[in-house]
C-alpha cells in the first residue's frame, strides 16, 4: 500500500515540477530575450524555491529544471561567446536565519570555527556582463548568456559612459560586473518617450538590458557600470579586488565593507537597507562574498552557483490589493490622466490607496478594470504603481467621452495613448494652471493651496493668473470666503507682493509652457533678461534665436503657447507690473 501512496504522491510532485519548470521557463524567456520583467522578484524566488524544496525531496531533477542553470540560452540573433570561466549566478535568501545557515555551510566546509570575513557590496539590479581586454584595449562586451556561452554586444560599448577603453597597467584580463541604468537616467527617458506619445519603459533593469542587448544603434541612452571581479591578476582577496579596480579607473559598489563575522554582515545589512530608496541605481539586496580568495576552491561551486557568495534578498517593495474606483483628472494643459482608488495596504512604511495609472494606454495593455486584483510597486519617491495585473473580471474599463470638468468632449492625441480636453475655459483647467502658477516651482505664492486657490475661481476673485495681483483691492470680498481671516489674507497678499521680486526664471516656469524646464528657464533669463525682451522676439518673430538657443521642440511649444492671444496678453500684463 506504502509503496503505491509514495508512487501516487511522486507522480504528483513530478506533475507540479513540469508546471512550475514551464511557468519558471516562461518568465525567464521574457526575461532574458525579451527584456521584460512580467513577474516581481519575490514571486519568481518564491517558484524557484518549491521547485528546488520538491527536488531535494525526492531526489530527482527533471530535465531542462531551471535550477541547474545559470541565466538563459544566448539568443542567435548576437554572436555567441564562449567563456573560460562560467559566469554563474548567485543563490539567495531573504531572512537572517537562512544568512546563518549560508554561514555555518562554509564554516563547515572549511572546518573553521572563528569567524569569516566577509565583504558585503550592493545588489545591482541590472544586467551582468564581461569586459575582455586585450593589449591593453577593450575589445569585447559579453552578456552572461547561460553562464558558458554568451552574447556579443560590443558593438554597443558607447552607450557604456563610465568603463575605460584603454587599460594602462594591465595588458590582459577580463573585468565582470552589472550594467545598470541610472534612476535618474531612466526618468528623463520616460518623459521624453511620454512627450513623443511613445511606450515607455517599464523599469531601469529592463531598459538597460533592452538599451545593450540591441541591434538598432542608440544615441540618447546612457548606461553604467558596476565592476566586482578581475581576472587574469594576482589577487588574494576580494577586497583588494575592489581596491585594484578602482585604481584601473572602474566604478565598484558605493560602501562596500568588509564584515569580520556573520553578526557584522548582518548590522550591515539593517544599516543599508533603508538607504536603498536614495540611491541612484536600482538594488534588491545586498552580496554577501569570502573575503579570502584561497578558501574558494576550497568551497567551490555548483552548476549555478558559488558556494563562497550569496544574495541577501531585501523585502520586496511591492504588495497586493484590488481596484476599486478608477477616475479622471484634467490637467493645465488639457491632457486627461487616470487615477484608481484601491484597498488601502501598507507598503515601506505608507499607507498607499491610490496608484496611477498614467495613460489609457497603460489601462487598455493591461485590461484592467474595477474589481481586479493588481501588484502595487512603490520605488523610492515615484508615485505607487501597477506592474503586475492578476485579473479578476473579464472586461475593460472604457474611458469617458466626456471632460469630467467642463462636459466637453474628449478627443484623442494622434496615437490613441491618452484623451485631451481642447477648452481653454475648462475650470479644471484653469484651476491647475492657477494652483501651478502660485506653486513652490513657480512663484511661491504662501497661503495659496489648491484648496484656496478653487475657493477664489469659484467666486469669481481670479480667472488669470494676472488676477493675483488684483487682489489687493478686494480684501472686503476676501474676508467674506469661509477661512479667509484677516492675518491669513495679509500673508497671502504680503506674499504676491514679493512674488514680483522672484528671478524672472521663477515667472518662465509659473506660466506652464510645455518643457520648459527649470533649467531651460534659466538659460533663456539669461539671454533675455527681462519680459520685454521677451515680447520682441514673439512680436518679431525671430523663433529661429529660440530654437538655436533651447531646442526645436522647445521652441515650438514656446511658439503655439505664445500664439494664443490671451497667452501673450499676459505676458504684456505681467510686464507692465514686474519688476524688470
Known amino acids: 500500500m506504502n509503496f503505491y501512496m509514495n508512487k501516487k504522491n511522486l507522480m504528483a510532485s513530478k506533475r507540479k515540477m513540469k508546471r512550475l519548470i514551464s511557468l519558471i521557463e516562461n518568465w525567464n524567456y ?14 519568481y524566488d518564491k517558484h524557484l524555491r518549491e521547485l528546488k524544496d520538491l527536488e531535494i525531496k525526492h531526489n530527482l531533477i527533471l530535465p531542462d529544471s531551471p535550477t541547474q542553470k545559470a541565466g538563459h540560452s544566448a539568443s542567435n540573433k548576437f554572436r555567441p561567446i564562449v567563456r573560460q570561466k562560467p559566469m554563474l549566478s548567485l543563490d539567495s535568501v531573504d531572512n537572517y536565519e537562512d544568512l546563518l545557515k549560508f554561514d555555518e555551510r562554509v564554516k563547515k566546509i572549511l572546518k573553521k570555527e572563528e569567524e569569516i570575513e566577509y565583504i558585503c557590496e550592493w545588489k545591482i539590479d541590472g544586467l551582468s556582463i564581461g569586459l575582455v581586454y586585450q593589449n591593453h584595449q577593450l575589445i569585447q562586451v559579453s552578456t552572461r548568456g547561460n553562464g558558458n556561452i554568451g552574447e556579443d554586444v560590443t558593438f554597443n560599448k558607447e552607450l557604456i559612459k563610465n568603463i575605460p577603453f584603454f587599460l594602462s597597467t594591465i595588458a590582459n584580463c577580463e573585468i565582470r560586473g552589472e ?30 538590458s533592452g538599451s545593450l542587448r540591441t541591434l538598432v544603434p542608440l544615441q540618447n541612452r546612457k548606461l553604467h557600470f558596476f565592476a566586482y571581479q578581475l581576472f587574469n591578476s594576482s589577487l588574494d582577496s576580494q577586497s583588494t579586488c575592489l581596491r585594484e579596480l578602482e585604481k584601473l579607473g572602474f566604478a565598484v559598489s558605493p560602501d562596500y565593507q568588509l564584515c569580520k563575522g556573520i553578526e557584522k554582515t548582518k548590522e550591515f545589512i539593517q544599516k543599508h537597507e533603508p538607504k536603498r530608496l536614495n540611491l541612484d541605481f536600482e538594488s534588491d539586496g545586498i552580496v554577501v562574498k569570502v573575503n579570502n580568495y584561497d578558501f574558494y576552491p576550497l568551497l567551490g561551486q555548483t ?10 534578498k531585501f523585502l520586496a517593495l511591492s504588495t497586493t490589493s484590488q481596484i476599486e474606483k478608477i477616475y479622471v483628472e484634467v490637467s493645465r494643459n488639457g491632457r486627461i490622466t487616470y487615477v484608481a482608488e484601491i484597498k488601502p495596504v501598507t507598503l515601506q512604511g505608507s499607507i498607499i490607496s491610490k496608484v496611477t495609472l498614467h495613460n489609457y494606454s497603460f489601462i487598455r495593455n493591461l485590461k484592467l478594470n474595477i474589481g481586479d486584483k493588481v501588484l502595487i510597486k512603490k520605488a523610492g519617491d515615484v508615485i505607487p504603481q501597477i ?18 470638468s467642463c462636459n466637453s468632449t474628449l478627443k484623442w492625441n494622434p496615437t490613441n495613448i491618452y ?16 494652483a ?19 475657493k477664489l475661481y469659484q467666486n469669481n476673485l481670479i480667472k488669470k493668473p494676472i488676477d493675483f495681483y488684483q487682489l489687493e483691492q478686494k480684501r472686503e470680498e476676501l474676508l467674506k470666503l469661509e477661512g479667509f481671516q484677516k492675518k491669513s489674507i495679509d500673508n497671502i497678499l504680503s506674499s504676491i507682493k514679493n512674488s514680483k521680486k522672484k528671478p524672472l526664471t521663477n515667472l518662465l516656469i509659473a506660466l506652464g509652457i510645455p518643457l520648459l524646464s527649470s533649467v531651460k528657464a534659466k538659460k533663456l533669463s539669461i539671454f533675455y533678461p527681462n519680459l520685454a525682451s521677451i515680447r520682441t522676439i514673439i512680436e518679431n518673430n525671430e523663433w529661429e534665436k529660440i530654437r538655436e538657443l533651447l531646442g526645436e521642440e522647445t521652441q515650438k511649444e514656446m511658439k503655439n503657447y505664445f500664439q494664443n492671444p490671451e497667452n501673450f496678453q499676459l ?9 524688470n
Open 387 to 404: 506592474i503586475q495585473l492578476i485579473k479578476l473580471t473579464e472586461n475593460i474599463w472604457l474611458p469617458p467621452n466626456a471632460c469630467p
Open 419 to 434: 484623451q485631451i480636453c481642447d477648452n481653454n475655459y475648462c475650470s479644471q483647467r484653469t484651476i491647475n494652471l492657477l
Open 179 to 208: 550594467i545598470y541604468m541610472k534612476k535618474s537616467e531612466f526618468f528623463r527617458l520616460n518623459k521624453e518617450l511620454e512627450k513623443n506619445d511613445s511606450k515607455l519603459l517599464a523599469n531601469p533593469r529592463n531598459a538597460a
Open 571 to 579: 505676458l504684456k500684463e505681467l510686464e507692465k507690473i514686474w519688476g
Open 436 to 454: 501651478h502658477f502660485a506653486s513652490k516651482s513657480g512663484l511661491d505664492i504662501k497661503g495659496l493651496s489648491q484648496k484656496n486657490i478653487e
Open 30 to 43: 521574457n526575461y532574458y530575450f525579451l527584456d521584460q520583467s512580467i513577474v516581481e522578484d519575490s514571486i
Open 303 to 312: 552548476s549555478r552557483f558559488p558556494r563562497w557568495a550569496i544574495a541577501y
